[in-house]
């Protein structure tokens, strides 16, 4: 039998990818189980937007468009940038992706020369240190604190950097933990990374979703700053468009008509009738954007009150995004329910099978001393999962 790659053998599963999997498996097996894995809103896309796919069916746009996206979705993007950020990009400037996985891989294809190191503080996205990994980068951990609100220092920053460095990833509002860098972190950032001629990788994705003050864009603090920054959006989280499959990267020009080669090879041009429907959404209404920020607001507030109410589990919390990082230091090296807990491994598989409740192990975040919980998901499900905790936790 032929061998498999090694690069390729070397790269780990996502891990919130795992669980809903599992999760899916028992609920279609007729199982009472409550999710809180994968990272998608239940809501459904609205309305305006999924009119604008359907007449660009009527219309006969189905066939390709250029690799890195129409020029109408490009404009969209650069007028949401002026609105939204105060931020001046041209279409020369904007890659569209299928998703905005697919803009970082695209990054880090663009980026990386073997061996180059890329900065991911801790707890990070699961998938930042594959992806680097898959560009023959080197992730490089930058470990944080819960009492920092998981936020690194400048010193910390500094005391990492190399001259193999190559990036750092900013993801604020944060997948899993939920935080967010204010303007004067993201301004010591960005004179770290001017000074040392390193590229910032701000993955923007969970703008909307902020629930104290107004984020901002580490690409605004100048032009030197602005040429080694690279966005990452997309309409996934702030408009319900998971399945949509758009996202897309601002950056220097040279950057782009890279990233745009690598695409061109790889997959083409983005789903040419969900680029329509993206204009929709990016050109559209806000209201219901809003009433979907208000409701995960609302959740928020109930998983943290119930969670910090529980014996031997506690939270921050989260700033945006809609993700809750529990602790669970104190449960490990005990047994609940007659499983041992040796890390988040242990306790999200012996709460999906004891409690049928399914949360994401701080593993694959590298924060094995938490599980991650979503609220991207009804009131009435986060009840009943809370309930089922505190059960779980008196096994």
């Not at 933990?177 to 004067?184: A, L, Q, R, S």
Request: proline share 5%; net charge negative; glycine share 8%.
């Amino acid at each position: 039998m032929s061998s498999i790659a090694k690069k390729a053998s070397g790269i780990s599963p996502s891990s919130t990818l795992a669980i809903d999997a599992k999760f899916k498996s028992m609920k279609a097996q007729g199982l009472d189980v409550v999710g809180f894995g994968a990272g998608e809103p239940d809501f459904d896309t609205p309305q305006h937007i999924k009119d604008a796919a359907i007449e660009a069916i009527k219309q006969g746009k189905t066939k390709y468009t250029p690799a890195s996206g129409t020029l109408e979705l490009k404009q969209a993007i650069c007028r949401k940038f002026k609105r939204d950020n105060g931020l001046d990009y041209e279409p020369a400037n904007i890659v569209v992706s299928n998703g905005a996985k697919h803009s970082l891989v695209n990054i880090f294809m663009a980026i990386c020369n073997p061996g180059d190191e890329v900065i991911i503080p801790a707890p990070y996205w699961v998938s930042y240190p594959e992806m680097v990994k898959i560009a023959d980068g080197v992730p490089v951990f930058l470990p944080t604190k819960e009492e920092n609100d998981f936020k690194f220092s400048i010193e910390d920053l500094k005391a990492v950097i190399t001259p193999k460095t190559r990036a750092i990833i900013i993801n604020s509002p944060s997948n899993p933990t939920g935080m967010v860098y204010d303007e004067e972190e993201l301004r010591e950032i960005a004179q770290v990374a001017v000074e040392h001629d390193i590229y910032v990788v701000s993955d923007e994705i969970y703008e909307h979703l902020t629930y104290e003050g107004k984020p901002v864009s580490i690409a605004t603090f100048g032009d030197a700053i602005k040429d080694l920054t690279i966005v990452v959006n997309g309409v996934s989280k702030t408009y319900a468009m998971t399945g949509w499959r758009i996202g897309y990267t601002a950056s220097n020009v040279a950057l782009a008509k890279v990233m745009s080669n690598v695409q061109s090879h790889a997959t083409s041009n983005p789903n040419t009738i969900a680029q329509a429907a993206a204009v929709a959404a990016l050109d559209g209404p806000t209201e219901t954007v809003e009433m979907m920020r208000n409701a995960f607001l609302e959740r928020r507030n109930y998983m943290v009150d119930r969670i910090n109410r529980m014996d031997g589990v506690s939270c921050l919390c989260p700033h945006g995004a809609f993700y809750v990082l529990m602790n669970i230091s104190k449960l490990i090296g005990k047994e609940i329910a007659g499983c041992y807990i040796g890390g988040s491994d242990d306790f999200a598989n012996a709460f999906l099978e004891k409690a049928n409740v399914a949360v994401v192990p701080g593993s694959g975040f590298g924060a094995d001393s938490y599980v991650r919980w979503s609220y991207a998901t009804s009131m009435e499900s986060i009840k009943e999962g809370l309930d089922r905790l505190e059960k779980f936790l008196a096994m």
